[in-house]
Antibody, heavy 123, light 110 residues
Framework: EVQLVESGGGLVQPGRSLRLSCAASGFTFDDYAMHWVRQAPGKGLEWVSGISWNSGSIGYADSVKGRFTISRDNAKNSLYLQMNSLRAEDTALYYC????????????????WGQGTLVTVSS | QSALTQPASVSGSPGQSITISCTGTSSDVGSYNLVSWYQQHPGKAPKLMIYEGSKRPSGVSNRFSGSKSGNTASLTISGLQAEDEADYYCCSYAGSSTFVFGGGTKLTVL
């Protein structure tokens, strides 16, 4: 059974940093691209970032480009999101999602989701 | 990377059919045929309902179907049931390893 468990969320002041983690199990982690998707309170889903199996292809939403960095450690079956210069508008539930391909492309979709970790940016 | 356009809400009575549209541009939906759709119940993680435009994952009812025409993808739910009441989101590849979701549609079963 595929399991994705996010951690690292919490309350952080504007301008500070936070690192999210996603522990994956139940599948061969380095066979798939992975993604972060967020959902602000009462709002819709927003794709944040995705990374290919070997970290060779990475994409970011314009809203986080230059501030967030996605990475993965295949030896640890883990996905990460380093979030710097956090803003109030980054407040959201952050989901880790498993892709279906080695490299994200037009055929990619999000097959499995974690339960999310809540990030609150406030002074 | 502008969000795909979905109606904010749709409604239908049990047994009826409804269609949720998802309109993008030639840079996303129009260029890539393989839109995916997700269902989200309150307080729950999203669930994949349709992938590659019209395919259903194992376990998803055949009452759910997907299609696309030009820059607009659609999700149709036939034989509405109470448990279908949820938020629905479309998603498209937008090039350069990026993706874009629709704003979401709240389905109410009357």
């Amino acid at each position: 059974e595929v399991q994705l468990v996010e951690s690292g969320g919490g309350l952080v002041q504007p301008g500070r940093s936070l690192r999210l983690s996603c522990a994956a199990s139940g599948f061969t982690f380095d066979d798939y691209a992975m993604h972060w998707v967020r959902q602000a309170p009462g709002k819709g889903l927003e794709w944040v970032s995705g990374i290919s199996w070997n970290s060779g292809s990475i994409g970011y939403a314009d809203s986080v480009k230059g501030r967030f960095t996605i990475s993965r450690d295949n030896a640890k079956n883990s996905l990460y999101l380093q979030m710097n210069s956090l803003r109030a508008e980054d407040t959201a539930l952050y989901y880790c999602a498993k892709g279906t391909l080695l490299v994200p492309n037009h055929a990619e979709y999000f097959q499995h989701w974690g339960q999310g970790t809540l990030v609150t940016v406030s002074s | 990377q502008s969000a795909l356009t979905q109606p904010a809400s749709v409604s239908g009575s049990p047994g009826q059919s409804i269609t949720i549209s998802c309109t993008g541009t030639s840079s996303d939906v129009g260029s890539y045929n393989l839109v995916s759709w997700y269902q989200q119940h309150p307080g729950k993680a999203p669930k994949l309902m349709i992938y590659e435009g019209s395919k259903r994952p194992s376990g998803v009812s055949n009452r759910f179907s997907g299609s696309k025409s030009g820059n607009t993808a659609s999700l149709t739910i036939s034989g509405l049931q109470a448990e279908d009441e949820a938020d629905y989101y479309c998603c498209s590849y937008a090039g350069s390893s990026t993706f874009v979701f629709g704003g979401g549609t709240k389905l109410t079963v009357l």
